[in-house]
């Protein structure tokens, strides 16, 4: 049947618009139904997810298959396979865990990072809240300045911190990386805190305020619980670049029973231009662990509060 024709008294202009849409249109013609077809489907969107997942996993796999190879496939490229292992050997994951003071790296590299991680956080929680919820004059332009200082690169900063750690005693101690650390988590986890408190709507607050409860209450009971992914989001980054951060670490420890293990790992299995690859792999392969599935948990909660703060 054909569309019913519009009134005579309707309007000329929205006769297109009444007589619905055109023959041989249907509704399986519009959005994203053209990737039903099994080939189109291959190349927009199965091609791209495997080259995705290839480029990510390759780092992982390359790791774990130099930590099992024996020394004579690492060095010898034209009679073995470099993609793959022949007779495999836990020589190097041995050494690495019995014959050094990995475990100790590793626990050095976890207390720094959930210690930093913290304070930055308590820190970077009160400055949102009083950027984006306490109404004052430059609030906005205080929110623009924190954000900047984290353009500033930490290799401009790490000298004048090593003077001040130096001059306070704590070098070659766990604390001045604790203390180092927030000076580059503060920035970012601030703006990400902003645009995520940004989204909680001013009427909760306002009826707060109207029943008697006070600021801090307001921030522990009522802003804090909603925004709680992006907490999780900012802490997972936090996490992350302390774990990782190479060039602090690298300037205030010294010893070897205080070191991180992304420096440990360098400075303990290469010597000279002698690289023991084994256990170097071994080593970055299981400090990246943690981390992987610290993300396998709260992946979830990482892309929604990204998404509330790139929204404001």
Not at 16 to 43: C, K, W
Not at 248 to 254: E, I, K, M, Q, R
Not at 269 to 274: A, L, P, R
Request: net charge negative; glycine share 6%; charged share 10%.
């Amino acid at each position: 049947m054909s569309a019913p024709a519009p009134p005579a008294h309707a309007d000329p202009h929205l006769a297109p618009v009444l007589a619905g849409p055109p023959a041989g249109l249907t509704d399986n013609s519009e959005g994203m139904a053209y990737l039903d077809r099994l080939p189109r489907r291959l190349i927009t969107t199965y091609l791209p997810l495997l080259v995705i997942l290839v480029v990510l996993l390759f780092p992982f796999y390359w790791m774990a298959l130099t930590a099992i190879k024996p020394d004579a496939q690492l060095i010898d490229m034209e009679h073995y396979n470099p993609f793959w292992v022949v007779d495999p050997t836990f020589k190097h994951i041995h050494k690495l865990l019995f014959e050094t003071q990995y475990p100790r790296w590793l626990w050095n590299t976890m207390y720094v990072s959930v210690a930093a991680t913290a304070l930055s956080l308590f820190a970077s929680v009160l400055a949102a809240y009083a950027c984006v919820r306490v109404r004052y004059r430059g609030a906005g332009w205080v929110g623009a300045a924190i954000f900047l200082a984290y353009l500033v690169p930490p290799s401009i900063l790490f000298i004048p911190l090593a003077t001040i750690v130096q001059a306070y005693g704590l070098f070659d101690s766990p604390i001045a990386l604790i203390l180092a650390y927030p000076t580059i988590l503060i920035p970012f986890s601030t703006w990400l805190l902003m645009g995520y408190f940004k989204t909680i709507p001013y009427e909760l607050e306002e009826c707060a305020l109207m029943d008697g409860a006070s600021r801090w209450q307001i921030l522990t009971k009522i802003v804090l619980p909603l925004a709680f992914p992006g907490l999780i989001s900012a802490g997972i980054f936090s996490l992350t670049l302390c774990w990782n951060e190479f060039i602090y670490a690298l300037t205030f420890l010294s010893s070897t029973q205080n070191k991180t293990v992304p420096i440990a790992v360098v400075s303990e299995f290469v010597d000279g231009d002698v690289y023991k690859w084994g256990s170097l792999m071994a080593g970055a392969l299981l400090g990246s662990l943690p981390l992987v599935i610290l993300y396998s948990f709260f992946v979830e909660y990482y892309v929604s509060a990204l998404t509330g703060a790139v929204k404001e």
